[in-house]
């Protein structure tokens, strides 16, 4: 049988998905009651559809409770990640993101690692827990949607200054840069389309 391809693109202004506010002021986390899918569940590093149902009732729930977004914690108990997003914390002047088992290997973390590592930063990739989050200096996630958006607290706890830290504000600005062409690093980073 013969099969035909259909493509349909939209394209529309999208604003700042946590808000005006969260890339410079950070936002509101609160740990998940759901868990990330373990990797015996399903493919976790898989942008499928299956995967986003426990990520859709986390950031219900953490709305409901009067949160921006929610963490979610693998079976575990350690750190996994946004419900859209990767997390990273800083800790003495060192990016620490948790490891890959359940989380997705997302396109703008690649993009942050790299530009911390061209930064001279250490990134660590390491099982991370709660309280680690809770004690760090910075912390933000990263993501398509997301960029990159200062964590200021996670359940009522405020991590560091309580605000966008430092290394966080300079990855911020490396990213933007990047993305909006303005940096001549990583033009290969954007596809321009004519208007």
Known sequence: AK?????AIAAWPWGAYLGPEAIENGIRVKTSSFTRHHVNVTM?????????????????????DGYDEALLLDVDGFVAEGSGENIFIVRNGK??????????????????????????????????TRDEVYGADEAFFTGTAAEVTPIRELDNRTI?????????????????????GRAENHRDWNTPVAA
């Open 3 to 7: 099969c035909s391809v259909h493509v």
């Open 44 to 64: 976790c590093r898989a942008k499928s559809v299956g995967t986003y149902m426990n990520s859709i009732l986390a950031n219900q729930e953490a709305h409901q």
């Open 95 to 128: 990016l620490y993101e948790p490891e890959l088992t359940s989380a997705l290997e997302g396109i703008t973390r690649d993009a942050v690692i790299t530009l911390a590592r061209e930064a001279g930063l250490e990134v660590i990739a390491k099982r991370i």
């Open 160 to 180: 560091g200054a309580g605000r966008r830290g430092p290394i966080t504000e300079k990855l911020q600005t490396m990213f933007f840069d990047c993305v909006s």
